[in-house]
């Protein structure tokens, strides 16, 4: 649903006043310190708009290095894109965040495959997964690094099929999955696999059950508690400059195109893909942890074909998140779009005054 721009249309809105990731030229006072994490974003930015909050949120945010920006698949004919270059068209979107935000780092983009796993052994290649290896096997930083997945794990499952070693290096927090037995319940009508999930099965089988990544779950209860209303996007983020209004257009879009099928207009959207920032980039200051939201560590389960959890005897622990800090994560967000926004477009005096406070 997010459209696709060309080239040509990212160039007419790209931002005359620019920066690079790990500069934080919007903020008067300048953070303190340096980034106390490394993140890999996985979003499959063509689908749901939920996923360009959550990639504006996390480059806005000084306490974590993004390192890439993977460009991701949706399943084979999904409404958000029917396409058969969803990766390409994700890279394109992503693209087009970075111009209207001014950001000269569009390096940090890479695709990733089109097309899910073949089988559980077979790795789809992509420049992103040769990205993911070579980030992931670094030896000159010590920062942890967190891979951040909002869609399928194709690229993931790809790289450690092509090098196991990477799951020493990295922690996966993945939006996905159904609902786990004790913890809680499908919603009404729920599809019987889960939105992500479904997206590549093959990839999360390999990533739960063949391979030692940890992983930090977002089950599908989880993310749907992730509602924002409409006056909410309307008063604090179509405000915020014209990354603002962009952002809020991409989410009213959506709730248009579907009202008629949904029996009428709603009032609320799930920013589902945003605990990706809340579990890594807001962190607790003393013993670093995402403090103010709760889990419950479980074996880590094999998924099976329908999608339902497969107990395994002796399974690594996972963390498996049953509420998420709704409050710190999207207050966040707004306060940042909000800073960024003034930023964005102040006069050029107020610019030079702002620089002279820094």
Known sequence: MTRV????????VRAAR?????????????????????????????????????????????????????????RPGDPFDPGEQQAANAAAVARDVF??????????????????????ATPRPAPAVDAIIAEALRDDVATPLFYVAGGGLTDLASAWLREPRIAERLTLVWIGGGEHEGLAVPPPGAMP???????????????????????WQVPRDVYR??????????????TA??????????????MRAVSSYLGGA????????????????????????????RYVARPTPAIGDDGGYVDVAGARPMRVYTWVDTRLMFEDLYLKLAEFGRWQTATDAATAAWEVTR
Request: aromatic share 6%; with cysteine; proline share 8%.
């Open 5 to 12: 721009p060309t080239p040509a249309e990212t160039e007419a």
């Open 18 to 74: 620019t920066w690079k990731l790990g500069e934080t030229p919007w903020q008067v006072i300048p953070p303190i310190g340096a980034p106390r994490a490394r993140v890999i974003v996985d979003n499959d930015f063509s689908g749901d708009p939920d996923d360009l909050y959550q990639l504006v949120h996390h480059v806005l945010s000084p306490s974590v290095d993004v390192r890439l920006v993977v460009a991701s698949h949706l």
């Open 99 to 120: 111009a209207r935000m001014g950001l000269e780092s569009a390096d940090a983009i890479v695709e990733g495959a089109n097309e899910p796993l073949s089988d559980r």
């Open 193 to 215: 696999i889960e939105y992500n999930l479904l997206i590549d099965v093959a990839a999360a089988q390999v990533v739960f059950a063949d391979s030692a990544i940890p992983v």
């Open 225 to 238: 508690q992730c509602l924002v209303s409409d006056a909410e996007l309307r008063l604090r983020v179509a």
């Open 241 to 254: 400059g014209p990354l603002g209004r962009y952002l809020y257009d991409e989410v009213a879009e959506v």
């Open 266 to 293: 709603a009032e609320t959207y799930a920013l589902g893909d945003s605990p990706l920032v809340l579990l890594t980039a807001l962190q607790s200051v003393f013993e670093p942890d995402p403090a103010s939201s």
